[in-house]
């Protein structure tokens, strides 16, 4: 099935343990996510937030209970449709021995240096790549130079962002970059994502303020939930 996504999620009653280790990580979670919303997910380290991503990726299917893509289910669509029509932001960056612009259109058919440029202004990383004498044709990684933690991470958000999907998940991936540079991208994004859905799971409470709701979770359980105000 390869029917464009719109963007509504449904989560019902689901659980994973994973079979490696027997470890319960998703334990009876429901949501529900309307197109061009805004979820956030927040709780300590290990209640389940990135298992949750990788289940809306379907990288692991759900022991029990479903999830839904616009009333169909997850299982209909292949891995690779829900790939290319997911975003998904991991937590760990993963950069290629190559140019600032092919890691930036990694994934496109053609790149665009037009579409290159503008996803890195929209993360905020623009000025410092055009700093380089070598600007987007900067080789990174073994034989080129190292970007810092949080221009990696912002390499990572355009490399989503270019694809222009219709669902964006973010996997904690503004850990590293400074509140105010965190608060330049986050008002890019919101204006990005009008219109389409997207889910972050984070930490930082700056992350998650302008979320329409925000789960919280606890042992892969969601132990509370609401808005910015009502937590
Ligand atoms: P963090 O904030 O540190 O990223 P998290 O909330 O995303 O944590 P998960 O990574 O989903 O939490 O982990 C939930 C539980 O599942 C933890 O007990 C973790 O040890 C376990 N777990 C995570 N990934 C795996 C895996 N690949 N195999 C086995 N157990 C895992």
Do not use: W
């Given at each position: ?14 659980s994973f343990t ?5 470890i319960k990580a998703i334990d009876n979670v ?17 209640s389940g937030?990135?298992t949750l ?164 979770m606890d042992q892969g359980k969601i ?9």
């Amino acid at each position: 099935l390869d029917v464009p996504l719109e963007g509504n999620i449904k989560v019902s009653n689901i659980s994973f343990t994973y079979p490696e280790t027997g470890i319960k990580a998703i334990d009876n979670v429901s949501f529900e996510i309307k197109k061009g919303e805004t979820l956030a997910i927040i709780g300590r380290t290990g209640s389940g937030k990135s298992t949750l991503a990788n289940l809306l990726l379907r990288m692991y299917d759900a022991d029990q209970g479903s999830i839904s893509y616009d009333q169909q289910a997850i299982q209909s669509f292949s891995f690779d449709s829900l790939r290319h029509q997911v975003g998904f932001v991991p937590q760990q960056v993963f950069l290629f021995s190559d140019t600032i612009a092919n890691n930036i259109a990694f994934g496109l058919d053609v790149a665009d240096q037009d579409l290159v440029e503008q996803a890195a202004k929209d993360v905020a990383v623009y000025d410092n790549i055009i700093a380089f004498d070598e600007g987007f044709q900067t080789h990174i990684g073994e034989r080129g130079i190292t970007l810092s933690g949080g221009q990696k991470q912002r390499v990572s958000i355009a490399r989503a962002l270019i694809k222009d999907p219709e669902i964006l998940i973010f996997d904690d991936c503004l850990s590293a970059v400074d509140t105010k540079t965190e608060e330049e991208i986050l008002n890019n994004l919101s204006r990005i994502m009008d219109n389409k859905t997207s889910i972050f799971i984070a930490h930082r409470i700056s992350t998650i303020k302008n979320a329409d709701h925000i789960l919280v979770m606890d042992q892969g359980k969601i132990i509370e939930e609401g808005t910015h105000e009502e937590l």
